[in-house]
């Protein structure tokens, strides 16, 4: 079982090695992941609490209330359920064996269809412009924050999807959030994110004229 929620809205997926996949959703993703999946069984929420009852219901109905259940509990893993809500979950089902399914995740996530593939190079292709936009737009008395807000915006006028821009980390390691000034390095790691398929790229620049030790 593989757990991922963004804010509230839980996506959970079951995977049986024999029998139909069964995904649990938020009611508005359904139609997008029912296109862009293939998945046929799908059972939806309207909104918080979450309700624990359709895991119940997932695992019940594909015949795995006694079987060997794995879940993403590794060390650098995000489970993305509540401790309560998994414990009710687990308790429903005495005769299950939960335990980590990790290693099994991470080797599924290394291989990357075709499909796949092209979403990350869309997202990556927004890295290059965004970074140009943003820096025309960058200017002395910015603090690490105003440069953060100017390149997430860059980002999403490129096409990064808007409710996921992309992940911004800005810093030069002690700059804080002291305005800049002239001579000053800055220092983005940044990505766009295309249909949730995130890009990854790091960039510096100066605020004004760069120094011969900054060019070399």
């Known amino acids: 079982m593989n757990f991922a929620s ?32 293939g998945i046929g069984r799908v059972l939806t929420y309207e909104d918080i609490p979450f309700p624990v009852e359709l895991m119940g219901e997932a695992i019940g109905s594909s015949g795995l209330a006694a079987a060997r259940i794995g879940a993403e509990f590794g060390d650098y893993d995000r489970l993305g359920l509540g401790y309560a809500q ?31 593939v092209a979403l990350i190079l869309e997202a990556c292709a927004m890295a290059h ?37 992309g ?15 002239p001579g000053q390095s800055i220092w983005a790691d940044f990505g766009g994110t295309y249909r949730g398929y995130q890009a990854d790229i790091a960039r510096r620049a100066i605020f004004g004229e760069p120094n011969d030790e900054q060019l070399g």
């Open 86 to 116: 998994l414990s009710e979950a687990m308790k429903a089902f005495p005769k299950a064996r939960f335990g980590d399914g990790s290693p099994v995740f991470e080797e599924l996530r290394t291989v990357k269809m075709p499909d796949e």
């Open 167 to 181: 992940h911004v980390t800005i810093g030069n390691g002690i700059h804080g959030e002291t305005p800049y000034e």
């Open 129 to 165: 412009p965004a970074w140009d936009k943003a820096v025309s737009r960058f200017s002395l008395g910015m603090t690490n924050k105003d440069v953060k807000r100017t390149l997430a915006v860059a980002l999403t006028e490129e096409g990064s999807d808007f409710d996921i821009a």
């Open 6 to 37: 963004p804010n509230y809205a839980y996506l959970l997926f079951l995977l049986p090695v024999n029998g139909a996949p069964t995904a649990i959703v938020y009611r508005q993703t359904e139609k997008a992941l029912k296109r862009s999946s």
